[in-house]
């Protein structure tokens, strides 16, 4: 008899899910952050050097370091950057998105140690510390040179430096390069100053930036680099997406000709598998990687593997000559263990990687373990589930449609 719940069961199951993805797929994969080998963009490695003055770097120092370049690169509106601390004294940064390689490095290596000098050129008598993170670019009044405007948080300090060197030169020097020296001319009681000696607005601002994120607290040397173009990015992208493509056809018609409704349900699933990945990424804000789309397209295979091996468990049942309802009970009992450890497994290999790995490795691994996530949910919970409440239906009753061989006959569910 066949039991009309149960095929209402499974077609509300799959009818809810296309409902719910076809209208949000686009959204969902259009708000993932593609990383740099996607859409363009930059990675460079520094090791973080002792200072001048001799001080040692430590944890400490590396972690300040990296906050003042996310300070830096806040203030030029890069979206989304990646900045990790490696081993012991390195910093890996990158900025998917911006090609002008020299000018981003530039903005990152520079340490922008603001010193005033005495006229006796050793004497300090203010830093970059002692100024408000308040400067802009203005333009002199009378010349309509570029220039930072600057104040001090105490003015007091800056009001006793222009009464103590009053009619002397007082130097700035930025990084060690002196890049004016003015002389005082009056004394200035609110603690405002201007520093002029910059060629053009976009220098004036770039200045007025590094001196509102802060210098950094030791110096950075590059270790490596590259950058990749957006139009490779992109090709990239589309290169890797047709590859997921295809194979997405090639094992949808390999495993509906041999595996037949089992077969169906299975790519059912492995659609739900790549619509919960990608909202996963979505979701949790991962940067989409080259080698992390790769982990997600390498997931289909396995993910169609878990119905394969529950399928064979079926078609082993039927041998032995059970009815469909105990084969497909059966065989999914039985190939439970050899599923869940091959899922744990792949996870203990993705955690290693992580721990282990750094950059490319690193994302890979995390979207290795999602996958196998997103396989256990779909190919063993949801799959298994349409597939009884399919068997249960009694709409179809040929076990050849359900994998056993044409020798079979009836064996409808029970």
Known sequence: MIKWSRFVGFLLIVVLFFALAVPTYQGIWKGITLGLDLQGGFDVLYEVQDSPEGEKVTDEGVISTIKAIERRIDKEGVSEPNIQKEGANRIRVQLAGVFDQSEAKKLLVQTAQLRFLAPDGTTVLATGKDLKPNAKYVSDQNTGAPQVAVEFKDPDKFKKITEDYLGQPVAIELDGKIITAPTIQVVIYDGKAVINGQEDVKEATELANLL????????????????????????????????????????????????????????????????????????????????????????????????IIATERMKDEFRNGKSTLSAVIMGQKRSMPTIIDANITSIIAGILMYWFGTGQIKSFAVAHIISVLATFITAVLISRLLMQLLVRSNIIKNKWWYGASREAKGGAAK
């Open 212 to 307: 509102n994120a802060g210098s950094l607290p030791f110096p950075l040397k590059e270790i490596s680099s590259f950058g990749v173009s957006p139009s490779l990015g992109e090709g990239s992208l589309d290169m890797t997406m047709m590859a997921g493509g295809i194979a997405f056809i090639l094992i949808f018609v390999f495993m509906v000709v041999w595996y037949r409704l089992p077969g169906l349900i299975a790519m059912i699933a492995l659609v739900m598998y790549a619509y919960l990945l990608f909202a996963t990424v979505n979701f949790m804000g991962i940067t989409l990687t080259l080698p992390g789309l790769a982990a997600l397209v390498l997931g289909i295979g396995m993910a169609v593997d878990v119905n």
